[in-house]
């Protein structure tokens, strides 16, 4: 049996703002160790790694929020085009918006390019600043041409710089689950074009998409590995990596040298998702536990999204990536009430992702 987010699904607008912020907030913590080895992690914070911000003197999130917002802002503008009545092509959006974000870098997109014109995000100074970008990302938007489906920039790029943007896509109501998936594999094509890189950015929209919907934890995620090894010309790492994960998961809680061995270092596309995913499904709270944790006063979502964003960003490999995925997976399960309050107050400028997040529920006609 899957776990429900609780006695009263959250409204839309709360797993808007979940969903974004716990990415952010996963980011946060990931991007503290950076890809630091995972003996220098536990020389830093202890044995048990970094598991929250207390022991950190300030707090950062990189990029990978960055164009998560930015996928965001390519979105609302695509959606304020179709309330008006006039319809836009989604990925041109999306395309402009990423130029705006390459452009905040300080890159160029060469004279082929179109010059975009400025937003609300553009001046929120947290989001022009450089962050480790993603090698991908730039050289792939740098081309100044707009990749498709068909002929997709980077054609061997599989890095995680797709996964970790598409969030977003699962957070549109209304619209069918293959609508998800393409609007999200297609934007992975304006930077990536290996297939895994492609398909793991569709297939994780799906899962927010159906948690957004109210479909339980474990359902879900099954679901999805499902419906992967059915995709036409499915990369087979994609669903080997979903199953595998799925499959530690049942082992419960185990080392970081084992996750990793097993799972990969969360650097491609699929390893990222597939970490994020062992992180969520082994902390799953037990039925029939306890409301709040260890006599104190965290709630079952509360602890439940400290403990897996601890295991997303504590092994090694790309940990801003998968603690961000982990975060984006739980924020939009639980909706705003599984994010630690002592975390966001750490979190680096929460108006900017509050402010994308109100944009979105505006557009999106969400409740609450």
């Not at 989001?127 to 920039?153: F, H, K, Y």
């Not at 977003?168 to 609508?179: K, R, V």
């Not at 297609?186 to 919907?213: E, K, N, W, Y």
């Not at 295991?311 to 639980?334: C, M």
Request: net charge negative; hydrophobic share 40%; with cysteine.
């Amino acid at each position: 049996m899957s776990i429900k987010p609780g006695p009263s699904a959250p409204a839309l607008t709360s797993r808007i703002h979940g969903c974004l912020l716990g990415g952010a907030l996963g980011d946060s913590l990931g991007y503290a160790v950076g890809k630091d080895p995972m003996e220098e992690i536990r020389r830093r914070f202890g044995g048990r790694g970094l598991t929250g911000f207390d022991a950190l003197p300030e707090s950062r999130f990189s990029d990978e929020t960055q164009l998560t917002l930015y996928t965001v802002d390519g979105l609302v503008e695509a959606l304020e085009w179709a309330n008006s009545g006039v319809g836009a092509d989604v990925n041109a959006c999306l395309w402009l918006a990423y130029l705006r974000w390459l452009a905040s870098q300080g890159e160029e997109a060469g004279p082929s390019a179109p010059a975009p014109q400025p937003r609300w995000i553009d001046r929120q100074g947290v989001l022009r600043q450089r962050r480790n970008p993603d090698e991908a990302c730039i050289s792939g938007l740098a081309t100044g041409e707009m990749g498709t489906s068909v002929r997709p920039v980077n054609p061997g790029s599989k890095g995680c710089g797709t996964v970790v943007r598409s969030a977003p896509f699962g957070l549109i109501p209304h619209i069918a689950p293959e609508a998800v998936y393409k609007l999200s594999a297609d934007a992975a094509s304006l930077t990536h074009g290996h297939p895994a890189a492609r398909q793991s950015s569709g297939i994780f929209s799906l899962l927010i998409h159906r948690l957004v919907s109210g479909e339980g934890l474990l359902d879900a995620v099954t679901a999805v590995t499902a419906h992967a090894r059915t995709l036409n010309e499915v990369a087979p790492e994609l669903p080997e990596r979903l199953e595998a994960a799925l499959q530690l998961a049942g082992k419960g809680v185990v080392t970081p040298e084992e996750l990793t061995a097993t799972l990969g270092e969360g650097r491609l596309a699929e390893e990222a998702l597939a970490v994020a995913l062992y992180a969520v499904l082994a902390t799953l709270p037990k039925t029939g536990t306890d409301v709040t944790a260890d006599g104190g006063t965290d709630t079952l979502p509360v602890r439940h999204f400290r403990e897996a964003v601890a295991r997303a960003v504590n092994h090694g490999g790309s940990s801003d990536s998968t603690g961000s995925v982990a975060g984006n997976i739980l924020g939009a399960f639980y909706g705003e009430d599984c994010l630690p309050a002592d975390w966001l107050e750490s979190l680096e400028a929460p108006e900017a992702v509050r402010g994308m997040a109100n944009l979105l529920a505006g557009v999106t006609s969400a409740e609450g």
